[in-house]
Structure formats: C-alpha cells, structure tokens
C-alpha cells in the first residue's frame, strides 16, 4: 500500500494543489491528511473540497476543531483569531459540520494517524523532543503514525535493536525495515515552519517499508495575493515566503 500524507494545509489552496498533483503522478493508494485543514489561509472552502473530491482519511486538528466551534481560542494569537472568526464567516453549515465530524485519531492497516500526539490527541499537544514523543511511542498500536501540528518535518525513531531508546532524524528517507516504531512529523502543505518555503508531504510505501519527505516549489505569491484579498492580516501571507 502507497500512502500519500499531508499535514497542516491551513487553507492554501496552491500548496495542496501542488501536492496533490505530485502524489497523483507517483500513483499514491490513499491520501492522509493531518488536520489543521483550515485556519490562516484564504481557501478553506476549497480545500475541503479537495480533500473530499480525492476522498482523504482527514484527522482533526485544533484549528478545525477552533472553527467548528469546540476549542476555546484563548491560547491562539492574535492573527490565528482573526482567521479562526474570518473562516466561521465563509465556510457553510455543512463544511463547518464536516470539520466537527472528523476523528481525532484514525488507526489504519499499516499506519495511524493524529494530528498532535498520539496518546492524548484531544489535547492537541506539540511533539517538539524525544521526551515528548515517547508517550505516543508507547502507546501507538501501529509502528509508524504520522502527526503534524509542529509544521517541523522530523521522524522519532525506536529501532529494534534497541526498542526502548528514543532517537530522531531529520533524514528525507527513512528505511523501516529495522525500526521498532515511527513517529514521523512530515512537516506541513500550506505553512512550513522550518525556514524552507516549499510545501511538504510523504509516501509512505508499506510494502517498501519506506518513507519519503518530499518538498516542492508553488507559487506562493498566488496564496499570498489571495489572502490579501480576503482582507486577512498580511503577515500570514508575508511569512509563506519565508517559511515561518
């Protein structure tokens, strides 16, 4: 089985585009996405047409559940606030419905995926050390789960030489086939946070037993130019040149 992963599209329609197109050429089975669908970006109506046209396996993230209503937006910024009230004002009802109806945790054949942590994804937790990975790591019931959330591309790896040692890469290819377990952060479509603009994706080959974190180039000034339009604040469309 070939899995195509997405994480944290947040409503940049060009990106998603751009990945999707790449995953269709490398003829992916199933596409998953990680969540944070919407939220900064100027499309999300559009995304979320998308991912159901190519019908994707779709986790929740905390911008998902802040739009739908679920997630006190205290601990969000000021620009995710803003953008959180502007995409409750354009998306309908039944997008909005579509966004709360997601799971927080799907657990599939040969992978799982969360949108945060794997443990508690209800608490939409950031995974940003090895001790922070080693709760998800335990209890994944999976040896490889993709998440999100961080926009960081890094994979936290227990190998079975050594099963009860956590390390991490930052690699673009993993080889599994002497790994314990994965918890693989495969970056993000629509926002990068990791001082490299282009958008980010996975495949997953299970019965290559192998990953790949691929990035590609878009034409971030169409998204950039779309979010100015929609009246949303400049910066998230600024900092989409500088993967930040």
Same mark, same amino acid.
């Given at each position: ?160 030489? +050594?099963?009860? !040692? @956590? =390390? ?10 002497? &790994?314990? *377990?994965? #918890? ?10 990791? +001082?490299?603009? !282009? @958008? =980010? ?10 990953? &790949?974190? *691929?990035? #590609? ?28």
């Amino acid at each position: 089985m070939k899995y195509g992963v997405l994480g944290d599209i947040h409503g940049n329609l060009t990106a998603l585009e751009t990945t999707i197109g790449y995953l269709s050429d490398q003829q992916v089975d199933r596409i998953i996405s990680l969540g944070d669908v919407v939220g900064y970006g100027a499309a999300p109506g559009a995304c979320i047409a998308r991912l159901r046209e190519v019908n994707a396996i779709v986790v929740k993230g905390n911008h998902d559940a802040a739009v739908a209503g679920e997630l006190d937006l205290m601990y969000f910024n000021q620009y995710a606030r803003e953008a959180v009230h502007w995409t409750q004002s354009v998306l309908n009802e039944e997008e909005t419905r579509w966004l709360s109806e997601l799971p927080l945790l799907v657990d599939l054949e040969h992978c799982s995926a969360a949108h945060g942590t794997y443990e508690r994804p209800e608490r939409f937790d950031y995974i940003q050390s090895t001790t922070d990975g080693d709760p998800s790591l335990d209890a994944m019931v999976r040896p490889v789960c993709f998440v999100g959330h961080t926009h960081v591309p890094v994979t936290l790896l227990r190998l079975t030489e +050594d099963p009860h !040692r @956590t =390390a991490y890469t930052c690699d673009e290819i993993l080889d599994l086939s002497e &790994v314990d *377990k994965a #918890l693989v952060n495969v970056g993000s479509v629509g926002q990068p946070r990791d +001082d490299d603009p !282009r @958008t =980010a994706c996975a495949i997953f080959d299970s019965e290559a037993e192998r990953i &790949v974190l *691929k990035r #590609l180039e878009y034409d971030i000034e169409c998204e950039a130019e779309r979010i100015r339009r929609a009246g949303l604040p400049g910066v998230l469309g600024d900092r989409l040149f500088m993967g930040v």
